[in-house]
């Protein structure tokens, strides 16, 4: 049993994942009966519907890609060699959890002082305006992505999830593995700290330019 080498969820940052085969060690209770290749095509099926999730999930945590790819990797090729995904109750939640905890020993495996180079993210993506207009929008892009990597991960990480990678309070909750309510305040912590470090920005360029 195993599934082939060739797949495994596709356009998950700039490469595809790919799983080896395992042998049939994989089955541990639940379901052992159902035959390798239905077992195979459940959790192929699965990979591909939420590959992309859990790459967003990892790179909210790693930011970066390859890490996050990485990531995403282990995870599925973890949960492939148990039966764990064939009882999943909430399949978002449980695999948001699932990636979070694998790109955490990620972050735990990266040498002290290391810090990933951040390429950019979608969701700040230019509107149609003036070419002036343009590269303002783009000046004050480029500064929110860096005070929003400046801010204290433990603001940071629930923004970056609920706010860019668009999880819901729940599945943010699940994956850091604390309270929903504690999510909601750092988000809204963040953001506030956000607009203050922001605005006082601006404003200082404005007395700049007006001196």
């Known amino acids: 049993m195993g599934l082939p080498v060739e797949f495994l969820g596709r356009d998950v940052g700039d490469k595809a994942l790919l799983l080896a085969p395992v042998g049939d060690e994989g089955c541990e209770g639940v379901d052992c009966d159902v035959d390798g290749a239905e077992r195979d095509r459940r959790f192929a099926e699965m990979a591909e519907r939420n590959a992309r999730f859990m790459f967003r999930v990892a790179h909210g945590l790693l930011r970066s890609v390859q890490d996050a790819e990485d990531a995403v990797q282990e995870a599925l090729l973890k949960l492939y060699r148990s039966d764990a995904w064939m009882r999943m109750e909430d399949e978002r ?29 979608g969701e700040l993506a230019a509107t149609s305006a003036t070419p002036e207009q343009s590269a303002a929008d783009g000046d004050e892009r ?70």
């Open 142 to 211: 480029a500064l929110l992505r860096k005070l929003i990597e400046a801010l204290p991960e433990d603001l940071r990480q629930p923004l970056v999830l609920s706010a860019i990678e668009e999880m819901t309070s729940r599945e943010v909750a699940v994956a850091m593995g604390i309270p929903e309510g504690t999510v909601r305040t750092r988000v809204m912590r963040a953001k506030a700290e956000l607009k203050r470090r922001f605005e006082a920005i601006r404003l200082r360029k404005t007395r700049t330019t007006a001196d």
């Open 93 to 121: 939640a449980f695999l948001a959890r699932t990636v979070w905890r694998v790109g955490l020993d990620v972050v735990a495996r990266r040498p002290k002082g290391s810090e990933p180079v951040e390429t950019g993210e």
